[in-house]
């Protein structure tokens, strides 16, 4: 088996049949790849929809269902029965091009051991695609980033074969993975037509989770930063000294809350968003 496709999913039965029927249709040959779902204790109708997807599949699909252990310990177990030489971490909110599984065996062809990160297209609507052709503007410069990255299985084994499931909240698990993987030299390559659509609905109405989400992805990435003191790591969670302080003079300042009421809505919460993060951020390093 030449490539395992693997994700994770949880509370996203109205997308996960849309994400795996573009996953059963690639132009990668069926016997050349397998897909690995791990369903992380969904409460909803994920299952039902898995399985009314399943008899769309062409290459082997490998179902888990599991009780709910956090994103790293579902990834450990997608891995645990993934069977290709390289495996491919998307997201359960990614929509595939027919062209991803075969471009990411193309960069593994070009440039051997290497982590090949995919493009992805941030879209508010599956229904409604943009043009399939990234440009500078999706830029993003994460080195491993699970909405669309692969790397082979052999290399993932050198840094112990899995994900650290320390990382119980939300967030900064894949980052973990790309430090311990920077660490023994693996280089990485872009290919900007292993493309992707990742799912980024303009949502106002769930804002109390947003805000849990994110003050949870700030007590992570504290965790990040004990376990990988590096600039690198400082400058992805936003706590380089102009980073920190811009951030705490806002929280300060309260500034954000004055202003939220005056914003058009997304720009709004971004700002909220960005205010409770540096809040969560003051809060966990406080030991509050």
Request: aromatic share 8%.
């Amino acid at each position: 088996m030449r490539l395992t496709i693997q994700l994770c999913t949880y509370k996203r039965a109205y997308l996960i049949g849309r994400v795996l029927e573009a996953l059963f249709d690639q132009t990668l040959p069926a016997d050349q790849y397998e897909v690995v779902l791990v369903n992380d204790g969904s409460p909803d109708e994920t299952s039902a929809v898995v399985e009314r997807a399943r008899g769309l599949a062409r290459c082997d699909f490998t179902y888990v269902v599991q009780a709910n252990g956090g994103l790293a310990n579902a990834r450990n177990a997608g891995i645990a029965r993934a069977r290709g030489e390289r495996i491919l971490f998307i997201d359960d909110d990614v929509l595939a091009t027919p062209l991803l599984a075969a471009e990411h065996l193309a960069s593994d062809a070009k440039h051997g051991d290497v982590v090949v990160r995919g493009a992805v297209i941030n879209t508010p609507s599956l229904d409604e695609l943009p043009v399939a052709v990234w440009t500078l503007a999706n830029y993003s410069g994460n080195y491993f980033w699970t909405t669309n990255v692969s790397l082979r299985r052999s290399r993932l084994n050198r840094i112990g074969g899995n994900f650290d499931e320390s990382f119980v909240e939300y967030g900064w698990e894949d980052i973990e993975v790309g430090m311990r993987l920077r660490a023994i030299g693996t280089r990485a390559v872009f290919n900007r037509y292993a493309l992707v659509f990742h799912y980024k609905p303009q949502r106002t109405d769930d804002e109390p989770g947003t805000f849990r989400q994110v003050r949870a992805q700030a007590r992570t990435a504290l965790q990040l930063r004990a376990k990988h003191p590096h600039w690198r790591v400082d400058l992805a969670i936003g706590t380089t000294l102009p980073q920190r302080w811009l951030g705490t003079a806002v929280t300060r300042s309260g500034i954000a809350r004055r202003l939220g009421p005056l914003l058009p809505r997304a720009l709004a919460r971004q700002v909220l968003a960005t205010d409770a993060y540096y809040d969560e951020l003051a809060r966990a390093e406080r030991g509050g």
